[in-house]
């Protein structure tokens, strides 16, 4: 018995993407038995992960072809060339490359300078296999050097999707059935520095709303606060087709913190950010990447994280305790928080985001949403909130429903009345 391509994933939305761009080069090219592990880098838990995954696979399926690739591929490929459960280590250009899934390769390492790639290749995928919900890269690499991060050095520098392959793109995921596209990349506000005329990303919204009228819901990914262009800003208040949610790449709260990272926005700027786009769609719900433990970090300066979630009324946080990446400027800073104390100040944000989306979700309750319908009858609403609906409804199917929600913070709808 043969197996089609397994594609396994770990990490960002855009690596996402990118599984479903391996998935169909490698059906394209008829490969059986093979899986692909698609790995991230952005923290040692993250590379953990990936390891103890190849082992497991490896243990259920003893024939079959292992392909490592992705950002901690790219970055250490010795480190999983040495596995001997691993069968070739490819980096993050060359898995986007039809000869890649031809057969069988004696080049068991291939892995070349990713900051030599100046072009991102837009990879037509034909769908998301079968889901309502996609995600479209736009842009890839990263031009900043924040002091905790290893990802530039596994997506190369910044490179921008033309617009008009984003739309092309966008139209064959619509033709298929997807009712929302997520724009990703690496550092998506950086779009289109690159290309002739400098277009923002704020015009590109604008671009793929007006060409593909028949697309009911886009989003943004995570986004710089401080790059957010006025196109963009106007995009938020004026087009409701852009779902009202968007996800902060904060990492801090305290000034100091902020500059040790080499981030480009203070506090001050996250808050008035906020209480802009608040003030021109008050519906607007915020999510946050935020560090916890980041060197130097005092109680004191973890107490303004603490605050900012708070004061920019932030729901949906991604909470990370610090952890070090060798070759990185942080990891050599040598007042190092102690690792016990980053865990707990992790603790302490996830709690502060576990009280904050309790309280967003009450406000849900009597309310009314339109609801996307991914599967197993559930969904997700404008805001991002996570709905099930208690009767049979059909996946990729748009519902205006009636909220409510329970007392454990679930939220149930009941469909309404066209």
Same mark, same amino acid.
């Given at each position: 018995?043969?197996?089609?391509?397994?594609?396994?994933?770990?990490?960002?939305?855009?690596?996402?993407? =990118?599984?479903?761009?391996?998935?169909? %080069?490698?059906?394209?090219?008829?490969?059986?038995?093979?899986?692909?592990?698609?790995?991230?880098?952005?923290?040692?838990?993250?590379?953990?992960?990936?390891?103890?995954?190849?082992?497991?696979?490896?243990?259920?399926?003893? /024939?079959?072809?292992?392909?490592?690739?992705?950002?901690?591929?790219?970055?250490?490929?010795?480190?999983?060339?040495?596995?001997?459960?691993?069968?070739?280590?490819?980096?993050?250009?060359?898995?986007?490359?039809?000869?890649?899934?031809?057969?069988?390769?004696?080049?068991?390492?291939?892995?070349?300078?990713?900051?030599?790639?100046?072009?991102?290749?837009?990879?037509?995928?034909?769908?998301?296999?079968?889901?309502?919900?996609?995600?479209?890269?736009?842009?890839?690499?990263?031009?900043?050097?924040?002091?905790?991060?290893?990802?530039?050095?596994?997506?190369?520098?910044? &490179?921008?999707?033309?617009?008009?392959?984003?739309?092309?793109?966008?139209?064959?995921?619509?033709?298929?059935?997807?009712?929302?596209?997520?724009?990703?990349?690496?550092?998506?506000?950086?779009?289109?520095?690159?290309?002739?005329?400098?277009?923002?990303?704020?015009?590109?919204?604008?671009?793929?709303?007006?060409?593909?009228?028949?697309?009911?819901?886009?989003?943004?990914?995570?986004?710089?606060?401080?790059?957010?262009?006025?196109?963009?800003? &106007?995009?938020?208040? =004026?087009?409701?087709?852009?779902?009202?949610?968007?996800?902060?790449?904060?990492?801090?709260? /305290?000034?100091?913190? %902020?500059? &040790?990272?080499?981030?480009?926005?203070?506090?001050? /700027?996250?808050?008035?950010?906020?209480?802009?786009?608040?003030? %021109?769609?008050?519906?607007?719900?915020?999510?946050?990447?935020?560090? @916890?433990?980041?060197?130097?970090?005092?109680?004191?300066?973890?107490?303004?994280?603490?605050?900012?979630?708070?004061?920019?009324?932030?729901?949906?946080?991604?909470?990370?305790?610090?952890?070090?990446?060798?070759?990185?400027?942080?990891?050599?800073?040598?007042?190092?928080?102690?690792?016990?104390?980053?865990?707990?100040?992790?603790? @302490?944000? &996830?709690?502060?985001?576990?009280?904050?989306?309790?309280?967003?979700?009450?406000?849900?309750?009597?309310?009314?949403?339109?609801?996307?319908?991914?599967? /197993?009858?559930?969904?997700?609403?404008?805001?991002?909130?996570?709905?099930?609906?208690?009767?049979?409804?059909?996946?990729?199917?748009?519902?205006?429903?009636? %909220?409510?929600?329970?007392?454990?913070?679930?939220?149930?709808?009941?469909?309404?009345?066209?």
């Amino acid at each position: 018995m043969t197996a089609k391509p397994e594609i396994v994933t770990f990490g960002c939305r855009l690596n996402a993407f =990118e599984s479903e761009a391996i998935r169909e %080069l490698a059906e394209g090219a008829g490969r059986e038995n093979l899986i692909v592990v698609n790995t991230c880098a952005v923290t040692a838990e993250a590379e953990r992960q990936a390891r103890q995954t190849i082992r497991k696979l490896r243990r259920e399926r003893p /024939d079959a072809e292992i392909l490592v690739t992705g950002c901690a591929a790219q970055i250490s490929p010795d480190t999983y060339a040495a596995m001997p459960e691993v069968s070739r280590v490819v980096g993050n250009r060359e898995k986007l490359q039809a000869e890649t899934y031809g057969g069988r390769s004696e080049e068991r390492v291939r892995v070349d300078d990713i900051m030599s790639v100046r072009e991102t290749a837009n990879h037509l995928i034909s769908g998301f296999g079968g889901r309502a919900r996609a995600f479209v890269q736009v842009q890839n690499g990263c031009d900043h050097r924040c002091t905790f991060c290893i990802i530039p050095y596994g997506r190369g520098n910044s &490179r921008s999707v033309p617009a008009g392959e984003v739309v092309e793109q966008i139209r064959t995921l619509v033709e298929g059935g997807v009712k929302e596209v997520v724009l990703s990349g690496v550092d998506i506000t950086s779009y289109g520095a690159d290309l002739p005329g400098q277009p923002s990303l704020g015009l590109l919204v604008r671009r793929i709303l007006k060409l593909v009228p028949e697309l009911p819901r886009l989003r943004i990914s995570s986004i710089d606060c401080i790059e957010m262009d006025p196109d963009l800003i &106007r995009a938020v208040a =004026e087009e409701e087709r852009l779902m009202p949610h968007l996800h902060l790449s904060l990492q801090a709260g /305290d000034d100091m913190i %902020l500059k &040790r990272m080499k981030r480009r926005h203070s506090r001050g /700027d996250a808050i008035r950010l906020t209480d802009t786009l608040r003030a %021109l769609r008050p519906d607007i719900v915020f999510g946050a990447d935020l560090i @916890a433990g980041f060197p130097t970090e005092t109680d004191a300066m973890f107490d303004n994280t603490l605050r900012i979630v708070e004061e920019c009324g932030l729901t949906w946080l991604h909470v990370f305790p610090y952890s070090e990446r060798p070759g990185t400027p942080a990891a050599r800073i040598p007042n190092q928080v102690p690792k016990a104390d980053r865990k707990a100040r992790a603790k @302490a944000l &996830r709690d502060a985001g576990a009280r904050a989306e309790a309280a967003y979700l009450a406000r849900l309750d009597g309310g009314e949403a339109v609801v996307l319908i991914e599967q /197993d009858n559930s969904g997700h609403s404008e805001g991002f909130a996570p709905v099930r609906f208690p009767g049979q409804v059909q996946d990729g199917s748009l519902i205006r429903a009636r %909220l409510r929600t329970g007392r454990d913070g679930s939220v149930t709808g009941t469909a309404l009345a066209a």
